[in-house]
């Protein structure tokens, strides 16, 4: 045989080095996590050339306490979100699960904790409508779940006659206003509640699946991943999750409304995103949202402290929304064009 | 092919000239060097073959020079001026195009259109004519003999061997001066149209790079080869001098046992696992078979006769329209691949189509492989990274794959790699059936002695696969018995040493008749 160069040389200097290509890498979740958790610490130190009130340990648990709900509910948005969904019914199922708490346990017997798993059925049951409606019917979840979320809406304020009545059950004031070991308890709760949800979602065999049908349902389908039924397992936790914040709402703030729910869908969705989660299903870690929810909540303490209006806040959550899909274009436009293959 | 040696000498200019030359090119991803060094020269009118084994960079290669991406260092000359494509728009204006092997066409759109792409015709109003789009698909169809194709019909109607015709063609009509086909018979099962194509396009002075794994077709209609091995480019031979085990030798930097290994033939008792009987479905016009414990049984089938759907419906992906399968003398009602693989002793499926069906891209090549049997190594739902990586790492070895892949990213391994991974998976499920379709597509010579390797371990142990190719040498190597598929039905039987690549072939294209006599 004939080589076109002096091909010996190269050969045995190749022989040495072997296959020298890199393996080593880190992965894009771990360095948004440090990212977020970095902003975070930052502007809460960085508050403090503000206003010398902020930046302060009780201050950091006003954003814990208050980062609580959302922290809650993106867990559940996040896992639709991971599986290629999207859930619009949050709000309504707040509201469902505050005034069940208030309308129902809060009038009839206050003391009744064994009733609040009921009220988190009930919650379940409306996520459990949405799945069969997204996975069987197959009607798109942002339209299924927006239609879900008028449902209930309409139907609570029917129920309600416009205006909820009744107080906190004391189970919810219990976990809202008390404090373990020199901590409020919800903050030991939360912190309980991310453990779960970290092991849930990276961890288990479950979380596993959800990863797999959020990047290739045809693929997890012939790999075996039980696909019906793991499309639907989001929807569910995600209406209990929001079931939860509905009853911390409560207890918080010892009563409920009929628009409760509503600041806190933006904000669900964009703690997710921030977190490093495509939106498109697939990648992204609960560490990662669970900063995404912190980083919010600090932003939006820091504007009220600055005193800037709600409706600043809302256009900031925006824009922070758009940036954080920005940065992650050439994911999405790589994602977008695979699909267009 | 080579009548055109002696005017070769004439036409310096013509033929032979430089085309394309490529120094020094060089390509990471972070931290993963794909293409270390390559050096790689085209010439007019001649079929350059590139040869390397899975992740040897050959598909970094083919898309430096397609415009995908760009090169970290090193230089590209076509026509003698400088080359640096920033886009595959880009390429197609220095007339370079390339039949991407993961075809480029656009599902949701017509054949005329996909051809046409990105320039439409346009009408007297600035309108898309579809009148005109679909003239002039017809043109370019059968330009390249393909005027059987209707030039009207969706993309996604058609079956895969057209779309990469389809694909091929396109490139073609947009090489003026360099054709790129990578793996462009991985989806067909003839050689005939490709090389008749090509032979038009050297004619014209084009020149071209073949990427291939099956040597007997680059032996066929390449003069010289380039082999890359690790990402860079190790020599570029001439074919005519080089016998198979140098070239492999180059590829893989050791000497490859290629002589066949006849299947072992031990007196087993046939215990039936499968029993398949009249099945009917689309495509399926009542197909009987068994397939006993620890035999291979191989199916041979020209194109679109039906063994996408026997698999399919095996698989538990489609409903059979009628008849019968039992599994360990069960009928068996699965309707799913996962209550597949929980039926009986276990049916597991390794898909056609790697990159839409077969891998999980964002997940690690170690998901990957544990994905069908988590529960199995999960302890109360929950898994260990440990536990993952050390049953991964044990499919892996099975298949003979580099155990540093298994923290990568699948989507950044090769399609070698890939194959390897999920070949892993389908042995480690723990089935006892396989249905592997096409197991080594565009694998190299390596991978697939490994796969095979695999395989017959598997059978040996009592394991029951059937398994499609698109190769025959890999169903004579392989198989215990063979079936050949025509029409929906099983046209031949072989056994034993009867599989024999003349056989199949008549029997493929209907002759079984004949040939019986």
């Not at chain 2, 898309?128 to 169809?141: A, D, M």
Request: with cysteine; charged share 15%; hydrophobic share 45%.
């Amino acid at each position: 045989m004939t080589f076109s160069k002096d091909s010996t040389q190269d050969r045995s200097a190749f022989a040495q080095t072997g296959d020298a290509r890199g393996v080593a890498r880190v992965s894009r979740e771990t360095i948004n996590a440090i990212a977020v958790a970095v902003i975070c610490i930052a502007l809460l130190l960085g508050a403090r050339f503000i206003n010398p009130a902020l930046g302060s340990w009780s201050q950091v648990e006003t954003v814990l306490v208050l980062g609580s709900f959302l922290v809650v509910l993106s867990f559940g948005q996040g896992l639709v979100i991971l599986t290629g969904g999207l859930d619009l019914s949050l709000p309504a199922v707040i509201t469902l699960g505050g005034i069940m708490a208030t309308n129902w346990i809060g009038m009839t017997d206050p003391t009744a904790w064994y009733l609040l798993p009921v009220v988190l059925l009930a919650c379940a049951g409306v996520g459990l409508v949405s799945a069969i409606g997204i996975v069987w019917l197959r009607v798109p979840p942002f339209i299924m779940t927006l239609a879900m979320s008028i449902i209930v809406l309409s139907a609570l304020l029917g129920y309600t006659r416009g205006s909820p009545r009744g107080g906190s059950p004391d189970a919810a004031t219990a976990l809202m206003k008390s404090s373990v070991l020199g901590l409020p308890s919800v903050i030991v709760f939360v912190i309980g509640f991310v453990i779960v949800g970290w092991l849930f979602q990276s961890r288990s065999v479950a979380g596993r699946y959800l990863y797999a049908i959020g990047t290739n349902l045809d693929a997890a389908r012939i790999a075996g991943v039980p696909v019906v039924l793991m499309q639907m397992v989001p929807y569910v936790i995600s209406a209990v999750c929001a079931g939860i914040v509905g009853i911390m709402l409560v207890g918080y703030s010892n009563g409920a409304t009929l628009r409760m729910g509503d600041d806190y869908l933006l904000p669900s969705i964009a703690a997710v995103v921030i977190g490093g989660s495509s939106i498109l299903g697939g990648r992204g870690t609960f560490l990662g949202t669970v900063g995404g929810a912190l980083l919010l909540t600090t932003l939006g303490t820091i504007i009220s402290a600055i005193g800037l209006q709600i409706g600043l806040r809302t256009i900031i959550e925006g824009l922070i929304v758009l940036t954080a899909l920005l940065l992650l274009r050439e994911e999405l436009f790589q994602k977008l064009g695979s699909l267009w293959r | 092919m080579e009548s055109e040696a002696p005017a070769e000498a004439g036409q310096q200019d013509a033929v032979g000239h430089h085309a394309l030359e490529v120094s020094g090119v060089s390509k990471a991803y972070g931290p993963t060097v794909a293409l270390e060094h390559a050096d790689l020269s085209l010439q007019a009118g001649r079929v350059l073959a590139l040869l390397g084994e899975n992740g040897a960079g050959k598909s970094t290669l083919v898309r430096i020079l397609s415009g995908v991406v760009s090169p970290d260092t090193g230089e590209m000359m076509v026509h003698a001026a400088p080359y640096k494509p920033r886009s595959i728009t880009e390429a197609r204006g220095s007339q370079v195009a390339t039949a991407f092997q993961e075809l480029s066409l656009v599902p949701n759109l017509s054949v005329a259109q996909n051809l046409l792409l990105p320039r439409l015709a346009k009408s007297t109003l600035g309108l898309v004519s579809r009148r005109q789009v679909l003239t002039r698909g017809e043109e370019i169809l059968s330009r390249h003999g393909l005027s059987r194709i209707d030039p009207d019909l969706e993309v996604s109607q058609l079956p895969l061997s057209d779309r990469q015709r389809i694909e091929i063609a396109r490139a073609i009509e947009n090489a003026g001066r360099v054709l790129i086909l990578d793996e462009p018979t991985a989806a067909l099962a003839e050689t005939d149209w490709i090389f008749e194509q090509i032979i038009k396009a050297r004619q014209r002075g084009v020149a071209i790079l073949y990427i291939s794994h099956r040597l007997a077709e680059v032996r066929e209609i390449c003069t010289s080869a380039t082999v890359l091995r690790n990402g860079r480019s190790i020599a570029t031979v001439g074919l005519e001098q080089a016998t198979d085990g140098d070239i492999f030798e180059m590829m893989v930097g050791h000497r490859v046992d290629t002589t066949r290994q006849v299947a072992p033939k031990s007196a087993r008792d046939p215990k039936p696992r499968v029993q398949v009987s009249d099945l009917q479905g689309e495509a399926l016009n009542g197909v009987s078979f068994e397939i006993n414990q620890g035999e291979v049984l191989g199916v041979a089938a020209l194109e679109g006769q039906g063994q996408r759907a026997l698999f399919r419906c095996l698989a538990g992906l489609t409903a059979a329209q009628g008849g019968t399968v039992q599994i360990d003398g069960k009928i068996a009602g699965y309707r799913s691949p996962r209550q597949a693989m929980h039926f009986a002793s276990g049916v597991s499926y390794l898909p056609e189509e790697r990159k839409t069906e077969g891998i999980l891209t964002g997940l690690t090549a170690a998901t990957n492989i544990v994905l069908p049997f988590l529960p199995r190594i999960a302890k109360m739902g929950f898994i260990s990274a440990r536990s993952e990586e050390a049953t991964a790492r044990r499919a892996a070895e099975t298949v003979e794959m580099d155990k540093r892949y298994l923290s990568f990213d699948i989507a950044d391994l090769s399609g070698g790699n890939q194959q390897k991974a999920l070949m892993g998976r389908t042995l480690a499920s723990g089935a006892q059936t396989l249905l592997l379709f096409d197991p080594t597509r565009g694998v190299d010579v390596g991978t697939k002695e490994s796969i095979y390797t695999a395989i017959r371990q598997f059978a040996e142990a009592g394991g029951s696969v059937l398994f499609y190719s698109s190769e025959l040498p890999e169903i004579v190597q392989l198989a215990d018995r063979c079936l050949v598929l025509y029409d929906g039905r099983i046209a031949r039987e072989f056994s034993g040493d009867d599989i024999a690549e003349h056989r199949l072939i008549a029997a493929m294209v209907g002759h079984s008749e004949t040939e019986a006599a």
